[in-house]
């Protein structure tokens, strides 16, 4: 990954785009939820809810068959990201990497068109990640290629779309333990109470939004959206007995740290009591993975879980239409069924 998208992961998350991720969520939740007369099914329209804002916050896409273009490309795409390289018609492979291209055609007649108006005065630089690449300049003046541009956006849609999955996650266990629905309903109607007649979120808001964190954390502990990644070994390394020797591809799992007895008691339950106070162990919790390539959306993905989570609970309450759901690991966590429920709108 470049350096520019490591910076500019970082400076997307400012006052502006909470406002815009919480005007999005506010609309989006009380319109297409209440427009779908009560019962929703949690994963896709979450999915497509996530890639909707990534292309509002990275391009500044609003068109909706442009957007759904681009979606079920992506879900090709992302698909296929994490399988065995058989490049032949068929594979989902295959279908991943002409996803791929399709979707870095679309990216640089993006890229082309803001290139003009950003040249013609009618985009601003600050406007959102896109005109960011395209007048950023590292200490050397030199500018990103639009390739590589194009790059770092599809490779930010791919960790965008991980959103998701910690936002399903969470109604499905908001929707298993009412007590910890109740105590995070009431942590968010505190910080509604305190606001003016449609006065939005803010930076500072999330900030005080901890015992919702604790909860969100418990729920990528019990299972991770992303179960883990790859690393190389640079030097011989000495583990548990065994030598694993340089060059040697490892996998790091997430899933087996938080579930392992020694890093967490009784790791089957639900408890988010367990992130209050100091917390896990350094790295016994390591949702986001962990040292120089940890995951650089965590802000962007913090921000956006909290600020859906303070719209959904203090518009709705829900059922689960299946109790006990499984999850499956296709990639990444994802429930059965979709998560079906049925919102139950309230005023409080
Ligand atoms: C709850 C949501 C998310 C989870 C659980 C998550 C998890 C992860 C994990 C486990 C990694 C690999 C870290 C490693 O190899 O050590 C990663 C990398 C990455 N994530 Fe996320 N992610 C989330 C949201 C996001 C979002 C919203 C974005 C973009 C806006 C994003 C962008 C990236 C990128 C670009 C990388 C590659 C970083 C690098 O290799 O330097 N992620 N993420």
């Not at 959102?128 to 200490?139: A, F």
């Not at 879980?305 to 296709?330: G, M, Q, R, S, T």
Request: net charge negative; hydrophobic share 40%.
């Amino acid at each position: 990954m470049s350096r520019a998208t490591r910076e500019n992961g970082i400076i997307l998350v400012n006052h502006k785009v909470i406002t815009h991720v919480n005007t999005f969520i506010a609309y989006d939740i009380n319109h297409k939820f209440n427009f779908c007369k009560g019962e929703v099914k949690v994963f896709q329209t979450v999915k497509f809810y996530a890639f909707e804002l990534a292309c509002r916050l990275f391009l500044s896409l609003e068109e909706p068959n442009h957007i759904e273009k681009l979606a079920s490309l992506f879900n090709i795409f992302l698909q296929g990201i994490i399988e065995l390289p058989i490049e032949c018609p068929g594979t989902r492979f295959y279908s991943a990497k002409r996803a791929a291209e399709a979707i870095i055609t679309e990216l640089m007649k993006i890229i082309n068109t803001r290139r003009v108006e950003l040249h013609e005065g009618k985009a601003s630089s600050s406007q959102d990640l896109l005109s960011h690449l395209l007048t950023y300049s590292d200490e050397t003046g030199m500018y990103l290629t639009e390739k590589e541009i194009a790059n770092n956006i599809l490779l930010l849609f791919a960790g965008h779309d991980t959103s998701t999955i910690p936002i399903t996650l969470l109604i499905k266990s908001l929707g298993e333990h009412p007590d910890v629905y109740d105590k995070v309903l009431k942590e968010q109607l505190e910080i509604s109470n305190a606001k003016g007649e449609g006065e939005l979120l803010k930076w500072e808001d999330i900030q005080k939004m901890k015992y919702s964190w604790n909860v969100v954390s418990e729920v990528m502990r019990v299972n991770p959206p992303i179960i883990g990644a790859f690393r190389e070994a640079l030097v011989d390394i000495e583990y548990a007995g065994y030598t694993i020797p340089k060059g040697w591809k490892l996998y790091w799992s997430a899933i087996s740290t938080h579930r392992d007895n020694a890093n967490f008691e009784d790791v089957t339950q639900f408890d988010p009591s367990r992130f209050e106070g100091s917390g896990p162990t350094p790295y016994t919790f390591v949702p986001f993975g962990g040292g120089p390539r940890m995951c650089l959306g965590k802000e962007i993905a913090r921000m956006e879980i909290l600020a859906f989570l303070h719209n959904i609970v203090i518009n709705f309450k829900w059922d689960l239409l299946i109790p006990d759901e499984k999850i499956k690991y296709d990639t990444t966590a994802t429930p059965v069924e979709g998560l079906p429920i049925r919102l139950l709108p309230h005023d409080v």
